[in-house]
């Protein structure tokens, strides 16, 4: 497949504000404007479940919590929505841009299932880039958790499962933690 145009952030807020984008699941990935694919409720499920987790009181009064909100990665033209993320406690559309970047996140999650090998690759590659200390998979395929750690160039330096029992800690706050089996009780 070959790419017609490339936008900038600046360019896709500006078609999103137009209204030319209607309401479908897009995401700017690279300058190139994608379709997401649609979530399946075993995926609605893990998100409610990350969600409910995140919204506890001892981490809502540190972080914003997202959900499937865009980010903003202007180097790399890049407004991908992750399907959580904890960011900077602050409103983001008196922002320039309108959403938090790198600097301003803390964690961000992706709950995959058709999208694992586009999870794992070209988003991987993006948050690595980006500079992303503390980046979830939750493989709904495996019922696993994947955490990748240390950024450095395209990739993580540590990568960890969490399965089960084992508790998850994320990096800004590790007096909290997920067991994985939460999101398939």
């Known amino acids: 497949m070959s790419t017609i145009a490339r936008f900038s952030l600046d360019e896709y807020d500006r078609l999103i504000e137009s209204g030319a984008l209607d309401k479908r699941r897009l995401e700017l990935i690279r300058g190139e404007i994608r379709e997401m694919s649609p979530t399946g409720p075993d ?5 409610d479940q990350l969600t409910d987790w995140s919204t506890s009181q001892e981490i809502k009064q540190k972080f914003r919590i997202r959900v499937q909100n865009s980010i903003g990665l202007p180097g ?3 407004a991908p929505e992750p ?3 904890w ?8 922002v320039r841009g309108g959403r938090p970047t790198a600097a301003d996140i803390f964690l961000i999650i992706e709950v995959s299932e058709s999208s694992l ?5 070209e988003k991987l590659e993006l948050y690595a880039q980006a500079g992303i200390a503390d980046y979830w998979i939750v493989n ?3 019922r696993y958790i994947e955490v990748y750690r240390e950024p450095e160039g395209n990739g993580y330096r540590s990568v960890q499962t969490f399965r089960g029992e084992e508790d998850v800690r994320p990096l800004a706050m590790p007096e909290v933690s997920l067991r994985p089996s939460l999101l398939w009780e």
């Open 87 to 94: 960011a900077a406690p602050r409103r983001y559309r008196r």
């Open 140 to 142: 709904l395929i495996d």
């Open 117 to 121: 090998d586009y999870d794992r690759g």
């Open 43 to 47: 995926h609605e499920d893990a998100v």
């Open 76 to 78: 790399l033209e890049t």
């Open 83 to 85: 399907d959580l993320v």
